[in-house]
């Protein structure tokens, strides 16, 4: 079965750190950019951040610039977004997902299920 499935997530105080994984089973991620979601409640999705195939290009939304670093490791098939200095509006639950390129017009191929962050003291 091709699915992505993401992981890592909980809950953490302000200022902390959380990394989660993405990890693909039934195909190669290496052939595909990933690209991290997220979703709070009562807001539409955004895309935080995406890596490209090679792990040579790299972007963020603002709100994450210098906070959020993302990394992939094809040999493990995973990639990882490591979330630092967290703040409450970070709470979301976070999705990866796969397409061939970060900047295309073409919808994502495969999406994972999902992990709630939950940024609260």
């Known amino acids: 079965q091709l699915q992505l499935v993401e992981s890592g997530g909980g809950l953490v105080q302000p200022g902390g750190s959380l990394r989660l994984s993405c990890v693909a089973f039934g195909f190669t991620l290496d052939n595909y950019a990933i690209g991290w979601f997220r979703q709070a409640p009562g807001k539409e999705r955004e895309r935080v951040s995406c890596?490209?195939?090679?792990?040579?290009?790299?972007t963020y939304v603002d709100s994450v610039k210098g906070r959020f670093t993302i990394s992939r490791d094809n040999a493990k098939n995973t990639v990882y977004l490591q979330m630092n200095s967290l703040k409450p509006e970070d709470t979301a639950v976070y999705y990866c997902?796969?397409?061939?390129?970060?900047?295309?017009?073409?919808?994502?191929?495969?999406w994972g299920q999902g992990t709630q962050v939950t940024v609260s003291s």
């Open positions: 890596i490209a195939r090679s792990g040579g290009t790299t």
């Open positions: 997902a796969a397409r061939a390129l970060c900047m295309s017009s073409m919808g994502y191929d495969y």
